[in-house]
């Protein structure tokens, strides 16, 4: 029998997951029928065919922290580390002490993707702040064009970054929301570039259901300004215009011809480019401890993510955690994002067969971590496994520090 005060918790925890849930589930991608580019004439494409390439900084979608990853990313809701400042900055409510953590990504196409980030409790632990810096690496591309096309023999390079800071605050002892606010750079060729400010915000509830912890999550990724390109490399010399064949090309004065030619040298001009959005996710996700004993616990979690780059997500995960002693636990952890953006069959609409592997097994995922009390001071190895179908899996390491 529930008691009357944790029903009434579960109940309006129920009210508030369908208040945030129902603008996840209304009109979302996979009826828009723009090409992503949004303020430019609507081109049309197939049901359910994602918008990745058409946004910017999409390197703002590799997830970070190997727990949450081997959770087939349903972590929002469960985040209760420092990772939590990458999936929802809610969670770092739950830090009781200062904590460091690093990942390293060893990503598709030999791109490195580095991680940093750390944070600190204070006001008596109802407040955290913290920081994070991400950079992608991407090694160099040789340049090609029309008339060469297998290369020009020159080379370019091109990184991103972002970089921020975090603010989480203890609304109660069930309730706690949590705010990013991160500075975005896309960098190519040398000297083309583009910035963008962007926000991301979420809340956790938490309370008890039959005894075992429970937890309900909203969250608002990457929402924040668009990007535009821009540096000297846009920059390039025009001369005067082509009059054609039918008019004189000499120089002249204007009050004796009125089709003379002005007498005028070439003239730097700038390219524009097209202004992109940022990848924007919002996720409604729940958590719940289905086992809990005094050295074991088994949690299971599930989520939805509505994506503006790619139709709607479903991820869940599991995991088991085992208390061997005091000082060391273990983990072993299971997942599976389901992402409606690719077909599984061998062949397409149009009988044309696929290239690559079978992306039947696409967003499984799998790991485990070990963590080692060192006196009041905590050290953590996490490792995960991603799945991602036709391109090359994913491994996820990171180390975390709390003291």
Known sequence: MLKKSTLCAFISAGLVLLFVTSPVLAQGISRQEYTGLDKYLSQGRPDDFSFVGVRAAEFLTIPVGA?????????????????????????????????VMFTFVDYTLDLVYSYAAGAVPVLDGRLVVGGFFG????????????????????????????????????????????????????????????????????????????????????????????IAMDGPNLVYEAGAEDRGDNLPTGYGSYGDDPYAVSKRGTRQVKRLSHTYRLPTTVKVALAY???????????????????????????FGMELNHDFDRITSAALRFGWKVQTDEYTESEDQSGHEYLGDDPTMRGLSFGGGLKRNLGGHYLSFNYAYRNKGRLSADNFFTITFGF
Request: charged fraction near 15%.
């Open 67 to 99: 727990r949450g990853i081997a959770l087939g990313s349903a972590y929002s809701a469960v985040c209760n580390d420092i990772s939590a400042i990458w999936w929802n900055p809610a969670g770092l409510g739950f830090l009781e002490q200062k904590e």
């Open 289 to 315: 401890n289905l086992y809990t004993s005094e050295n074991l616990n088994f949690l299971a979690s599930g989520e939805i993510w509505r994506n503006s780059n790619i139709p709607m997500s479903y991820a």
């Open 135 to 226: 950079h992608l690496n991407i090694p160099e591309i040789e340049i090609t064009t029309l008339e060469n096309p297998n290369g020009t023999g020159n080379f370019y390079k091109a990184y991103d970054f972002q970089m921020g800071g975090s603010i989480a605050y203890n609304l109660s002892d069930r309730f706690t929301s949590g705010i990013n606010l991160k500075y975005v750079h896309q960098d190519m060729l040398g000297n083309i570039g583009g910035n963008a400010f962007a926000v991301d915000a979420g809340a956790i509830y938490h309370t008890d259901l039959i005894d075992r912890e429970i937890k309900f999550a909203f969250v608002v990724q990457n929402l924040g300004t668009n």
